[in-house]
Every structure is written in structure tokens, then in C-alpha cells.
């Protein structure tokens, strides 16, 4: 499985973003699917997942900002992100639950003024 993830970049503070993530490869084998964020110093923390029939799950900083979305069509998942603050500034990772656990290769969001 190979996880391709984008959307990220530098936003100001209550601004808006949306991650996407293409999956491809044994896509067959893929369960849940997922974003996670590591700022520097900070261990990777979950942001969100979405399982194959679209049951969520919102770290808390999440809830009520941030939205996960996934297309099984397109082998493709979203996080809409809003309400942007400095504190979401990270690496953004894509995850997908397979045979194994696979990782994307993070997108960058900064959030400043």
C-alpha cells in the first residue's frame, strides 16, 4: 500500500485547510484510514479516522473543527480543517490500517500570522 498525501501549507490563524490522501497499491486489504500530526518535540498524536463504512474517530483537539471523509471510490480520504489555530501547526500523516500499518510521507501545515 502506498498512501500519496497533499493539501497542506501555511494558513493564517481561523483560516481553513483540507488534506487529502490517494491510496494505492493492495487497497483491497485496507481498513480503517487515518490522519495523524507530530509537532516538533511532541509525539505523533491521532487526528482522525474513518473506518471502510465511514465510522469516525476525532482526537478531542479535533472535534467540532476538523472533519474526516472518505471515498472508497477513489481510495481517497479528506480532512477538512477549520478554525485553524498555531497550536494544529505539524506534520500532517496519512495512515491506512492494512496487513500492516502504512504511513504517508506527511504534509506540512503551518498556521501563523
Known amino acids: 500500500v502506498q498512501l500519496q498525501a497533499s493539501g497542506g501549507g501555511l494558513v493564517q490563524p481561523g483560516g481553513s485547510l483540507r488534506l487529502s490522501c490517494v491510496a494505492s497499491?493492495?487497497?483491497?486489504?485496507?481498513?480503517?484510514m487515518g490522519w495523524y500530526r507530530q509537532a516538533p518535540g511532541k509525539q505523533r498524536e491521532l487526528v482522525a479516522d474513518?473506518?471502510?463504512?465511514?465510522?469516525?474517530n476525532y482526537g478531542d483537539f479535533a472535534k467540532g473543527r476538523f472533519t474526516i471523509s472518505r471515498d472508497n471510490a477513489k481510495n481517497t480520504i479528506y480532512l477538512q480543517m477549520s478554525s485553524l489555530k498555531p497550536d494544529d501547526t505539524a506534520v500532517y500523516y496519512c495512515?491506512?490500517?492494512?496487513?500492516?500499518?502504512?504511513w504517508g510521507q506527511g504534509t506540512q501545515v503551518t498556521v501563523s500570522s
Open positions: 495512515h491506512a490500517d492494512a496487513t500492516w500499518d502504512y
Open positions: 497499491g493492495r487497497i483491497f486489504s485496507i481498513n480503517d
Open positions: 474513518i473506518s471502510r463504512g465511514g465510522s469516525t
